[in-house]
C-alpha cells in the first residue's frame, strides 16, 4: 500500500547535493507540534543507513508543502547545496507543476490568475482579493485543464508564487474547490483526511553540476 511505502521506494533523484523524494499526503515535512516523525527524518534515517554514516546526518529543508498535499520535495545533502536552492528558490527560478482533482470544471480551459491573498493565523487559512489591500501578498498562478474524469475534473497548475494555501484559496476563489478540502469548500472530505492536490514535477538549473533538473512523480492522484 502507498500508505507503507519505505522512503527507498519513494527516491525521485539524488546525487551528491540534493535528494528528491515523493512525500505521501498526511506527512509532515519539518517537525511540528503533533509530535509526528517527519519526512526529515526518514529521510535522515535512510541516507544513515546508505552510506553507513556515524553520528549526525545533514539534511537541509529547502522547500515545505502542506501536510493534507502530496508530492515532490527538494531537500539538500550538503549545507552548500541548501544555500544555492534557498537561493533559486528566492529569485523564483524553480518551476513548480501540481496537479489538482476539482469538484467543478473551470469556466476557461486555462488562465492566468493574479490577485492578492492574506493569511489568517488565527483560522490557519487564506482570503483571496483581486485587489490590492494593506497586508495582502501578490499571488500568481497559471492553471490548464487536463481532462474530466468520473466525477471530477484534473488541472495542471503551474504556481509561481508560494503564498500560504495559495492554490487551494485561488482555485476555490475561482470556483473550482479541490476534492476533499473542506477548508476551502469542498463538498465532503477524502477518507483519508487528504485533499487532492499534488506536487507533480519541478524543473531548475542544479546550482553546481549547472544541468537541468526535471523530476516528476509516477504516483497519480486517485479520481
Known sequence: ???????SERILYE???LII?????????????????????????????????????????????????????????????????NELFKLRKIRKFYHALVEQKPKFEEQLLEQFIRKNEKLNRSVVSNEPKDGYLSAALHYKYLHPTENYHLLEVELFTGRHHQIRAQLAANGTCIKGDLKYGAKRSNPDASISLQAQRIVFEHPIAKKIIEVETPFRLSP
Not at 1 to 7: A, E, F, S, V
Not at 31 to 55: H, I, M, S
Open 21 to 85: 523524494v515523493h512525500k505521501l499526503s498526511g506527512e509532515i515535512v519539518q517537525e511540528d507540534k503533533t509530535g509526528d516523525e517527519p519526512l526529515t527524518e526518514k529521510v535522515r534515517a535512510y541516507l544513515k543507513d546508505k552510506y553507513q554514516k556515524q553520528g549526525n546526518v545533514f539534511v537541509g529543508i529547502v522547500h515545505r508543502i502542506d501536510r493534507p498535499v502530496s508530492g515532490v520535495v527538494i531537500y539538500a545533502k550538503t549545507s552548500k547545496g541548501l544555500l544555492r536552492m
Open 15 to 17: 546525487d551528491n547535493h
Open 1 to 7: 500500500m502507498r500508505d507503507m511505502l519505505p522512503i
